[in-house]
């Protein structure tokens, strides 16, 4: 929010130009494209480190100069871990496989979370799917809508999540600013005072974890929009085809 007669640079920063743009959305390409690599390579036994690495050569070979940040690859439990580090823990049947990376064109980052389900998944992890992806919709409607408080986009997620699962299972913000750098501003946080400006690029990443059992993290890219938003990211996410069958 504005308080004085001149902004500050982070909200210059933030409004993008179709340039700019463009780059993010290019970055965004290649990582949808290195996920349906990354896909093909689940198997039983395969490690999270061995994952994390192939989705970094197969970003080189795209000839990508530059992460956005360190992959994450989180199996089972792990996923219940928003900064997971990946291990040597090797997958089994019947796991949660998270999926959250991204890399830069010219520059600007792209960022993308997909959570996959690899085998016969349990009527716990399909509510749990269902509800973090209804959050995602409620966040990405209202933006649509044309909404720019940060609190109230980042509450029409927060507040069904808390209904569904009890405070404290969505524990970090809705989402925030790309640009050249992953983390910008501004931020979707039930504290956060910030107005979103037409033509920022934001993250919608709703997730509910459960320490012990897993975690469900959703990660789409949109572009603010004087009304609505357009969405960048265009890799499929409906529980069916996020179901790996084995
Ligand atoms: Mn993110």
Redesign the pocket.
């Known amino acids: 929010m504005t308080k004085y007669s001149l902004p500050e640079i982070k909200e210059l920063r933030a409004v993008k130009s179709a340039r700019e743009i463009d780059n993010i959305t290019r970055a965004q390409r290649i990582s949808e494209k290195v996920l349906i690599e990354v896909l093909k390579k689940l198997k039983v036994g395969v490690s999270e480190i061995k994952l994390a690495r192939f989705i970094v050569n197969s970003f080189r070979r795209k000839g990508v100069k530059a992460l956005a940040f360190e992959p994450i690859v989180a199996f089972g439990k792990g996923s219940a871990d928003i900064h997971h580090w990946p291990t040597r823990a090797r997958l089994r049947k019947n796991q949660i496989v998270m999926f959250d990376f991204g890399c830069t064109v010219n520059g600007y980052c792209s ?1 993308i ?1 997909r959570t996959f389900f690899f085998g016969e998944p349990t009527a716990k992890f399909k509510r749990v799917y269902e509800s973090v992806l209804t959050a995602q919709e409620r966040a990405l409607k209202i933006l649509a809508r044309g909404e720019k408080k940060a609190k109230k986009i980042d509450a029409s997620a927060r507040n069904f999540l808390h209904r569904n699962f009890g405070k404290n299972k969505f524990t970090h913000g809705l989402g ?1 600013g790309v640009g050249t750098a992953i983390h910008e501003w501004p931020n979707f946080k039930p504290t956060s005072s910030d107005v979103v400006p037409v033509n920022c690029v934001m ?1 919608v ?1 709703p997730g509910v974890y459960l320490p012990g059992w897993g975690g469900v993290r959703i ?1 789409d890219m949109v572009v603010i929009k004087d009304r609505g938003i357009s969405n960048l990211t265009r890799a499929a996410k409906s529980l069916d085809l996020i179901i790996i069958n084995i």
């Open positions: 960022d979370t925030h993250t990443e990660e």
